[in-house]
């Protein structure tokens, strides 16, 4: 009798936790006041809010609603990569749950960003371990590129949308071609193409233009579906294959540069010594072409830089475009010729690259990829759209020129953007889209 008495007081003790963390994880998510939420768990489905956002979450262990209910937000995240729970709606969910977790604090950001920083800067930034990085990163399976990239050229990067109902591979082809066009590239040209996933800019330069192209790898299994590729495309007479310290060996010259690496990968420091080596090995009359991900200005309050560095950028300092800029090329080796943001082709590629994630992540499991893995990307993306929305993050591609470079037919005949500006972004402001900048 003892033992049922004392069995059915830990029951009732369990499912006053069980109330009490429903109440907390239900008073949190009416925080979110533009959204509403369909609650599913083992015990019952719950409605809650009235926003038109509609989100469902998913309860997936019984230490979900604890976790939840916890008041620091980056409980949602690390509860999320451990499979507590799950939402058919990240993308949106994680954009509200960073916008209510932060505010602009400009006195407090002032003070805390210089810690934070330094933090962040000394725990793992450096070039061993941003390269170790990259070599994990492309180990892992093909089928995980095939299914989440395009399925034409598995470009790692932003894509271009010509038109608001463009498919990711149309506009993975629009910014290839684009690509080209802002080189100027020909048969003659000498080209170097850096962190464009698996060669997808070199092989369409070599194919569409004829140029002699080095494609840099960071992991074998990436050297060797390049390679595979040009072979397949009839292309290994113009397609070279190498890791990247062969790539800036001495004496070795590139009259155009794509230097591409997407948002996870490096930091401004790294970025820096990336760059300035390109710089060296750009011929005097050069083109080279970056893109890359940058904190705008704006002074957020800390936790969404906190949250950025940790979960996105987690293996570097990260600078704002004006800081980068600054300290990046020397007028001495080249100069900027072209500045354009691309923020709503961003948001545009993560959500299409997000669906892709959702629709194959079964098929994926399956095939034996670490469930751990997929969801950890899958949060990055989400992250990072949340950055680029809330205007934290841009996106921004830029065309250097060699010291004695004059001109460039492609700058004369694209003084506006020669892309279609389509509202991508939350609450779009024709004001704020994408623009193109010269500078002299």
């Not at 962190?195 to 002699?212: C, D, I, R």
């Not at 009259?255 to 970025?271: C, E, Q, R, T």
């Not at 007028?331 to 997000?354: Q, V």
Request: proline letters at 4%; a negative charge; glycine letters at 4%.
């Amino acid at each position: 009798m003892a033992n049922m008495s004392a069995h059915h007081t830990k029951d009732l003790s369990s499912d006053l936790h069980t109330q009490t963390f429903e109440t907390l994880v239900r008073d949190r998510l009416q925080q979110l006041k533009d959204c509403s939420f369909e609650w599913k768990s083992h015990r019952a489905t719950e409605l809650i809010g009235d926003g038109s956002i509609n989100i469902q979450i998913r309860e997936e262990s019984d230490q979900c609603l604890k976790l939840l209910s916890h008041p620091d937000p980056l409980n949602w995240i690390d509860a999320y990569l451990h499979g507590h729970w799950s939402s058919n709606q990240l993308l949106s969910l994680m954009h509200q749950v960073i916008r209510q977790g932060d505010f602009r604090q400009p006195t407090m950001a002032r003070w805390m960003r210089p810690i934070l920083r330094f933090y962040h800067t000394w725990s793992t930034s450096h070039r061993t371990s941003v390269l170790e990085l990259l070599k994990n990163h492309f180990g892992v399976s093909d089928l995980f590129f095939e299914r989440v990239l395009d399925k034409k050229a598995q470009f790692y990067g932003t894509a271009l949308y010509p038109h608001p109902g463009a498919t990711l591979e149309q506009a993975t082809q629009w910014q290839l071609q684009r690509l080209c066009e802002k080189l100027s590239l020909t048969p003659t040209d000498r080209c170097l193409d850096v962190g464009s996933g698996f060669g997808a800019f070199g092989l369409y330069a070599a194919e569409h233009y004829g140029v002699n192209v080095t494609i840099v790898a960071f992991h074998p299994q990436q050297l060797e579906k390049i390679q595979r590729l040009a072979h397949i495309k009839g292309l290994t007479h113009l397609v070279n294959v190498c890791e990247y310290d062969e790539a800036f060996v001495a004496q070795k010259w590139y009259d155009k540069i794509a230097y591409l690496m997407p948002f996870d990968w490096v930091g401004h420091i790294s970025m820096q010594e990336f760059l300035l080596q390109a710089a060296h090995h750009l011929t005097p009359t050069g083109l080279m072409v970056t893109q890359f991900i940058a904190q705008t200005d704006i002074e957020f309050g800390t936790f969404l830089e906190h949250v950025m560095r940790t979960y996105v950028f987690s293996t570097y300092s990260f600078a704002s475009f004006s800081e980068f800029a600054q300290k990046s090329i020397t007028p001495s080796h080249c100069r900027m010729i072209h500045f354009e943001s691309m923020d709503d082709h961003a948001a545009k590629t993560m959500r299409d690259w997000y669906m892709g994630l959702q629709q194959n992540k079964s098929f994926l499991q399956d095939r034996g990829i670490d469930p751990y893995f997929l969801r950890l990307y899958e949060m990055k993306i989400a992250l990072f759209y949340a950055g680029i929305c809330m205007r934290y993050l841009q996106n921004v591609q830029i065309l250097w020129a060699g010291h004695q470079y004059h001109g460039n037919d492609w700058l004369l005949s694209h003084a506006k953007s020669a892309y279609f500006p389509s509202p991508y972004l939350p609450n779009y402001d024709p004001n704020t889209q994408s623009t193109t900048t010269h500078v002299s």
